[in-house]
């Protein structure tokens, strides 16, 4: 575990809203620790050091560790985070405790390589959407990867990338394909854009907006046929 993963906390015995204003105005963080089969301990962490942590994309998928004063550490993940309205301040955390010998569900993030060497990626008017950026696993703690990686490298026009494409790391299952009967899911695909749309995110930005826009008005004849189909049944 690097550094970047540990996390420096004090044992707080004050709670309510006024605690925690306090605790703000000293530049610290009101969290809480929950769960292994134990009760909710609270915590003060130091603003500035954590709020750098939590730019990383990592500090959301990893195993971290919680340490305090007393030289006591508990390994947990990030459950929930509180920011202020406008200002880039943390206002609360939540934190799970776990075990190394229990199955947790987290979500990963997914990094799409080798977009730009494929085929679909080289064409002329043509952008590969993602339409899927993190996905929820299930895995032991010690199996659990900071993030999945999708290559795209082969990826044609006209081609998909479902959710089973995923290669997996030992040990690690997908929670949305963990039951049998589960339906697969696209994750990227690839779409034509007109000329006026130009290229790059832009780009597919407005594709997407347009493919998602004549899946609006298929449902909405879809429903206009159904409603037909009641009215002659009445």
């Keep these: 575990m690097t550094d970047s993963n540990v996390i420096i906390a004090e044992i707080r015995e004050d709670v309510g809203k006024g605690a925690s204003r306090r605790l703000r105005h000293q530049g610290k963080i009101p969290a809480v620790i929950y769960g292994g089969h134990r009760a909710p301990a609270t915590l003060a962490i130091e603003h500035d050091p954590l709020r750098h942590a939590a730019e990383q994309e990592s500090f959301f998928s990893s195993i971290l560790e919680i ?3 007393d030289g006591r550490s508990q390994k947990v993940v990030v459950r929930d985070v509180q920011h202020h309205p406008f200002k880039a301040e943390i206002m609360h955390l939540d934190f799970m405790r776990v075990s190394e010998k229990e199955v947790l569900r987290m979500y990963v993030p997914i990094h799409y390589t080798g977009e730009s ?3 679909a990626g080289k064409s002329s008017g043509v952008v590969i959407q993602h339409l899927v950026t993190e996905v929820e696993i299930a895995a032991l703690p010690g199996n659990i990867p900071s993030f999945l990686e999708v290559d795209l490298s082969g990826m044609d026009i006209g081609d998909v990338v479902m959710l089973s494409d995923i290669k997996l790391p030992e040990g690690v299952q997908l929670a949305a394909l963990a039951t049998e009967g589960s339906e697969d899911l696209m994750i990227a695909n690839t779409s034509h854009v007109k000329q006026t749309q130009g ?10 907006a347009e493919a998602a826009e004549e899946e609006m008005e298929e449902i909405e004849d879809q429903d206009e046929d159904e409603e037909e189909e009641r009215e002659k049944e009445e």
């Excluded at 290229?199 to 997407?208: F, H, I, L, S």
């Design 67 to 69: 340490r305090v004063a």
């Design 199 to 208: 290229t790059g995110a832009a780009a597919a930005a407005e594709a997407e």
């Design 117 to 119: 060497v494929s085929p």
